[in-house]
């Protein structure tokens, strides 16, 4: 099963091209990437679900997802599926998305290739999906909601939620803010089978694993099927200083990393395929065994970031490395993931930064600030994509303190 980088890339440069304009959710950039994999997984000889002929799965509010099949070869396990997720739209407007998540969905893509011309020996079936819908806030009956591809299709599967033995997310990958080498690996204290295949997959990358509750605001396409105890991954190299920016372009990312993302999942898909059990769901998070270490391994090589910048800002991070060091907690290691995602996205810290300052202003009926730091965050918005659903309300706050002052 050989990887092609050059597939990889191609995937890529088409997917962030400014033919496509960003992927806006329900723009025509946004239809022509659902149309260029819907165009693939044909070629590949992926199946369409008889409830979507075309593979396409379109939302009665605008937006469509695209899914694929390859049918297992066991006699019982062939009922089971996997799900493998990445969505294909992002935030339009010349932001391109490059790392999120033309890359995810180039990987999907090179995995159903590569997949497709051995599936005689896959066991359980594959059911590859690029949802829509994941980066904005859509209003969907009066109600506001998040990744509204995914949510829509657990409430409408092609498969039986209680037959999928697994779910993974591919999301902003081929491209890391701290070194080349690592790829996140999220939502294992759900699962101990999913911790213990991770540990032993062969991988040219450092695999760091924490929990979910290390990260504040998190979202993506696993969360619905978690809510229905579905074992579930979000597997990425992270967030970058471009991430959700207009400087996620193709040429920034690595094609190395691009290909080793790729064998990993392939030996993690492999892995699941082949086991005789269904991975657990814990009902009761257990937090896999290298947490700290790998939260640890983390901050190092912030530090190291740092010391070649600014030498005498370096050494700030030994007290919180030292608490790591020894026998952290759930505060000190939630506090040493904060400072690394900080670090990592100087744009996402500037946004929260600002919004605490407007708010404390608000609190001291401090008029003036507040709207100034309001009207930096839409500045902001510019350049870099804000929570999409911040948007309205920050604006609607800017209106009320302009007639307050």
Not at 150 to 177: C, E, H, W
Not at 318 to 338: F, R
Request: glycine share 6%.
């Amino acid at each position: 099963m050989e990887i092609s980088k050059d597939k990889l890339r191609k995937h890529v440069s088409y997917l962030a091209s400014g033919e496509l304009k960003g992927r806006e959710f329900g723009s025509e950039g946004d239809m022509q990437a659902a149309q260029y994999i819907q165009k693939h997984f044909k070629e590949y000889g992926l199946i369409a679900p008889k409830q979507c002929p075309d593979y396409l799965q379109k939302f009665p509010f605008g937006g469509r997802n695209v899914i694929g099949i390859l049918n297992g070869n066991d006699p019982e396990l062939s009922n089971q599926c996997i799900v493998i997720d990445a969505h294909h739209d992002h935030m339009g407007d010349g932001f391109v998305g490059a790392s999120d998540n033309a890359a995810g969905v180039a990987i999907l893509l090179e995995l159903a290739r590569v997949l497709a011309k051995s599936k005689e020996k896959i066991k359980r079936s594959l059911l590859f999906t690029c949802f829509d819908g994941e980066e904005q806030i859509l209003n969907v009956n009066g109600k506001k909601q998040l990744m509204q591809g995914a949510t829509y299709y657990v409430q409408n599967p092609v498969f039986d939620l209680k037959s999928i033995a697994a779910m993974l997310t591919l999301d902003t990958l081929g491209r890391n803010a701290l070194s080349n080498d690592l790829i996140f690996i999220l939502g294992t204290e759900r699962s101990l089978f999913l911790q213990s295949i991770i540990y032993d997959c062969p991988t040219n990358l450092r695999k760091i694993m924490f929990s979910i509750d290390m990260l504040t605001g998190i979202k993506g396409n696993y969360l619905p099927f978690v809510d229905k105890k579905i074992p579930s991954l979000f597997i990425s190299n992270g967030i970058h200083q471009d991430y959700h920016g207009k400087g996620d372009t193709p040429e920034k990312l690595s094609d190395e990393l691009l290909f080793n993302d790729a064998a990993f999942i392939i030996e993690l898909i492999s892995k699941i395929d082949n086991s005789e059990n269904k991975p657990d769901f814990c009902k009761n998070p257990i937090c896999p065994e290298s947490e700290a270490e790998d939260i640890l391994h983390l901050l190092r090589l912030l530090k190291e970031a740092i010391r070649k910048n600014a030498p005498e800002g370096a050494d700030k991070f030994d007290y919180i490395i030292s608490k790591l060091a020894g026998k952290p907690s759930q505060k000190d290691m939630k506090q040493a993931v904060q400072i690394v995602l900080g670090f990592s996205t100087p744009n996402f810290a500037k946004l929260y930064l600002l919004l605490n300052d407007a708010q404390n202003a608000e609190k001291k009926k401090d008029y003036k600030n507040a709207l100034t730091h309001y009207n930096k965050i839409l500045e902001l918005y510019n350049e870099y994509r804000v929570p999409y659903f911040w948007l309205q309300e920050i604006k609607d706050k800017v209106q009320n303190l302009q007639k307050k002052i």
